[in-house]
């Protein structure tokens, strides 16, 4: 069975630019997450998809960033514009059932530098 | 307030010797998960395991095993005869029940330890 599918890997941009990450969950998981994790740190949640429905985005920072999941299998996290302290790695997880907490499992990650 | 605390930054052993790796938490009920990842130099979270709060037994898993106790609020993790490949950051994280809070069901990471086994 296939992981949680990310791209792209590395990101690597100047400030004020626009940049997006793709998520592709794994097949039948309902509930999809975007974390991130600054260097030396735990991730942290940015967003809980649950279907098309964004459940918890309270630490999205909805000035710059936004995020959609269309037809609720594969999700889109953007930022526009980037600024330096934007850089770090971005995680999706997805897990199967909605109605209580089940694992996570996690993609690779992208990993944005912005210059 | 729910918080995860893992005091052990960095951790460096010789192969073959044992290990573990602390996890302290913080949480405002009796229904809660707990979990522990690996994450290789390759960057992806490994899951490795998930304990419910109503589940106090240990758990074995080949050279894994897992020490919850709900007395001390700590779910630590020992790896025996340790090897190379173990080399990885060791998260543990805890989520709360999002039947039961509005913003539950998210994953609340601890700092992570970052072990290292050397040949």
């Known amino acids: 069975e296939a992981g949680v599918v990310q791209s792209p890997r590395y990101k690597i941009i100047e400030k004020k630019q626009p940049v997006a990450f793709w998520c592709n969950p794994i097949s039948g998981h309902n509930t999809l997450y975007w974390y991130l994790q600054n260097l030396g740190q735990g991730p942290e949640l940015l967003i809980r998809?649950?279907?098309?429905?964004?459940?918890?985005d309270s630490q999205l920072p909805k000035d710059r960033f936004s995020a959609e999941r269309l037809k609720g299998v594969d999700s889109t996290l953007k930022i526009q514009p980037a600024e330096l302290g934007d850089s770090a790695v971005y995680l999706c997880?997805?897990?199967?059932?909605?109605?209580?907490?089940?694992?996570?499992?996690f993609g690779p990650g992208t990993r944005l530098t912005v210059l | 307030a729910q918080k995860v605390t893992q005091a052990q930054t960095e951790i460096s052993v010789v192969e073959k010797e044992d290990v573990t790796l602390d996890c302290v938490y913080e949480?405002?009920?009796?229904?809660?998960?707990l979990f522990w990842y690996k994450q290789p130099p390759s960057g992806e979270l490994v899951f490795l395991i998930r304990r419910n709060s109503f589940d106090e037994q240990n758990e074995i898993s080949g050279r894994y095993s897992w020490n919850f106790q709900k007395s001390t609020s700590s779910f630590n993790f020992t790896i025996t005869a340790s090897q190379v490949v173990d080399s990885a950051v060791y998260f543990c994280?805890?989520?709360?029940?999002?039947?039961?809070?509005?913003?539950?069901?998210?994953?609340?990471f601890g700092q992570g330890t970052e072990l290292s086994v050397k040949p």
């Open positions: 949480t405002r009920d009796t229904t809660y998960y």
């Open positions: 997880a997805s897990s199967l059932r909605a109605g209580e907490v089940d694992t996570q499992y």
């Open positions: 998809y649950e279907n098309e429905e964004a459940v918890d």
């Open positions: 994280a805890l989520s709360e029940d999002y039947m039961i809070y509005n913003q539950g069901g998210k994953l609340i």
